[in-house]
């Protein structure tokens, strides 16, 4: 089995950044693709970035693109997500989430999840 575990969340102000990590333990990471969601309070949870299983390929939601990079090392059985220029509308708990097959933004079609960490934008 997959476990996942989120780092790097905390408090920014707006324009500040954060670098959100995914590490993986129980399996090697590269046999997965790699989903990083986020549900802000009274809001559905969100896809908004995910990445092949090579890192060869990577999907953006168009709410964070030019802003949000992805990326992984499987060598560290570690994916991350840098956020830059961080907006208020950015404050949710961040998920990282697994899928041997489905590549995508579908929080639904994942069944592996790590149990998140907050990121707030504010003052």
């Known amino acids: 089995q997959l476990q996942l575990v989120e780092f790097g969340g905390g408090l920014v102000q707006p324009g500040g950044s954060l670098r959100l990590s995914c590490a993986a333990s129980?399996?090697?990471?590269?046999?997965?693709?790699i989903g990083w969601f986020r549900q802000a309070p009274g809001k559905g949870r969100e896809g908004v970035s995910c990445?092949?299983?090579?890192?060869?390929?990577?999907t953006y939601a168009d709410s964070v693109k030019g802003r949000f990079t992805i990326s992984r090392d499987n060598a560290k059985n570690t994916v991350y997500l840098q956020m830059n220029s961080l907006k208020p509308e950015d404050t949710a708990v961040y998920y990282c989430?697994?899928?041997?097959?489905?590549?995508?933004?579908?929080?639904?079609?994942?069944?592996?999840w790590g149990q998140g960490t907050q990121v707030t934008v504010a003052s």
């Open positions: 990445i092949s299983r090579s890192g060869s390929t990577t």
């Open positions: 129980g399996f090697t990471l590269d046999y997965y693709n």
């Open positions: 989430a697994a899928d041997k097959w489905y590549y995508g933004l579908s929080h639904g079609q994942y069944d592996d």
